[in-house]
């Protein structure tokens, strides 16, 4: 007898082949049985009626690592369809880290991660593991993170990384990867990440590729002369070449800037993968992304951690040399930024930079380090969209074409803050499966899913996951494939998609009818 029986769907098994009319037996925690169910019996039964059951989704980058901590439902995700997260990205975490250190990383992550309990025990990737496990409604994954290695080392100080420090950061490493992590992941525009060099990342990641695990990069922007070749693709590819390890890169799309430029977004990872680098990547549907204010200071000004970043903004000759950084800063206009974590104001959540420092009568460089000081360092953001619909239209297309690709998969790069948060926390699956693939019918269902089920799986050796398979665990998902769409936008982002009636996380129904159950069945993975 079953636990559990999915009947009459339309079974699309995560491999890319074509859907097929089956049942699906679930006992325990995995499938047991996928097939004609005629005859059989089960505890309880769920008639779907010629809807898609699919593998669980696996979202390839978020920034939950606090916020699930919080709230372990975790509707946002749960209710797209994701039964899996990869944690840890751009090295923005906290493990390994000492309670000391831990909580230094606490304060200076709170405007991305949120405020996760104290006194919680995260000075190993064991620990950290066990703050989720069967504690959550999802799976979770980690890979170290790469700024908790340099602050266990070297402290939050811009210092090398060599000799026995080094050595100190490997075996902490190795330790991690043994303890059940899938990587190393880092943030080549964050701190204490971007004080590091190519040669400290390839010795890293020769540990990574040893296990057999993957490294994850966000591209380096920020001290560049550090990097090979200026940082950003050559860096991560030489990376690749000197290591030996999986290069996945995070977020990799087009803008309003490069619009339509699919080709030329690759040419360098496509050149490197004929030479024989194993690359694989990810990207978020939408033309605009979200971060945390801190990041947007210049690099000597992070040197000490939260306590002395404070002094500085403080201080009147420091704010000074920040404010003209800021004219320096390439990479974000600050007229393009919308404020949408403030918890100590969160009236001011949904004005621009720009709106607020005209009401407040100061300059936007001198507000940026208003709110810093006055929130205490727990400032989001995310940038204001094209007012271009076309350009908006092509980045969608792109996004289709990037996805339809074999090498790619996708990750919301979910910031889930405030009150206005980015809509990528409540849209990004169905708004891929839903909306964009209808509109632009660049790839089949089939292969839609297996980006967002297989890929992932393989990329992270997530075991026994991504498939629908007997003796597989059984995440599942069941969805309309007509009626499935995001509804989250920019101006309203806390709604949740419909078209998702049901979710399976570990043979437990975690979405039943689009209604979070309140089960907390995630385990920590692989």
């Not at 059984?474 to 995001?486: M, S, T």
Request: glycine share 10%; proline share 5%; with cysteine.
């Amino acid at each position: 007898m079953f636990d559990l029986l999915i009947k009459n769907g339309f079974v699309i098994d995560g491999s890319g082949q074509n859907r097929t009319k089956s049942d699906i037996g679930i006992t325990g925690e995995k499938i047991s049985f996928i097939g004609d169910s005629k005859g059989k019996e089960s505890k309880e039964s769920i008639n779907v009626d010629g809807m898609i059951v699919s593998p669980g989704f696996i979202d390839t980058h978020t920034h939950h690592d606090g916020v699930l901590l919080l709230d372990p439902q975790h509707a946002s995700s749960l209710r797209q369809g994701v039964t899996t997260e990869i944690l840890g990205q751009d090295g923005l975490s906290y493990a390994p880290l000492s309670s000391e250190n831990y909580k230094i990383q606490r304060k200076y992550l709170s405007g991305i991660l949120g405020m996760p309990p104290e006194n919680i025990d995260m000075s190993s990737i064991s620990a950290f593991r066990s703050n989720y496990h069967k504690k959550v409604s999802i799976n979770t994954a980690y890979p170290v993170s790469h700024g908790a290695l340099r602050i266990e080392s070297v402290g939050f100080h811009d210092k090398p990384l060599k000799g026995k420090k080094l050595d100190h950061a490997k075996s902490l490493l190795m330790e991690g990867l043994e303890q059940g992590s899938v990587g190393l992941a880092t943030g080549m525009s964050y701190h204490p990440n971007a004080w590091s060099t190519t040669e400290e990342l390839i010795e890293l990641c020769k540990v990574v590729k040893e296990k057999d695990g993957v490294y994850i990069t966000h591209l380096r922007d920020v001290n560049t002369d550090r990097g090979f070749g200026g940082g950003g693709v050559p860096e991560a590819i030489q990376i690749g070449k000197k290591s030996g390890v999986r290069v996945h890169f995070s977020h990799t799309r087009t803008s309003a800037e490069n619009a339509g430029q699919v080709s030329e977004v690759l040419k360098l990872i496509d050149k490197a993968k004929e030479e024989g680098v194993d690359c694989t990547l990810e990207l978020y549907p939408y033309p605009t992304g979200s971060s945390f204010l801190l990041s947007n200071l210049p690099s000597w000004a992070h040197e000490g951690g939260p306590k002395e970043i404070l002094e500085r903004l403080n201080n009147k000759d420091s704010r000074l040399k920040i404010i003209k950084s800021f004219g320096l800063n390439k990479k974000r206009s600050m007229d393009q930024i919308l404020l949408s974590y403030l918890p100590n104001n969160p009236e001011l959540e949904g004005m621009t930079v720009l709106e607020l420092s005209e009401i407040r009568g100061v300059s936007m460089g001198d507000l940026i380090c208003d709110l810093l000081v006055e929130q205490d360092l727990q400032v989001g953001f995310w940038q204001i969209p094209p007012d271009s619909i076309s350009k908006w239209r092509q980045i969608s297309k792109d996004a289709m074409e990037f996805i339809s690709r074999s090498d790619y998969m996708i990750g919301s790069d979910s910031i889930r803050l405030g009150s206005v948060p980015h809509p990528r926390a409540y849209g990004t699956f169905p708004r891929f499966i839903g909306r964009l693939r209808r509109q632009f019918n660049l790839i089949s269902l089939e292969q839609m899913i297996q980006r967002i089920t297989d890929n992932p799986a393989k990329t992270f050796n997530l075991k026994n996951r991504g498939l629908l398979r007997e003796g597989y665990f059984a995440d599942l998902v069941v969805f309309d494939e007509e009626k499935i769409i995001d509804t989250a936008t920019y101006d309203d982002a806390k709604q949740f998609p419909v078209g998702i009636p049901y979710v399976i996380v570990n043979g437990k129904i975690a979405v039943r009818k689009e209604i979070c159950t309140g089960i907390l069945a995630g385990q920590a993975i692989p």
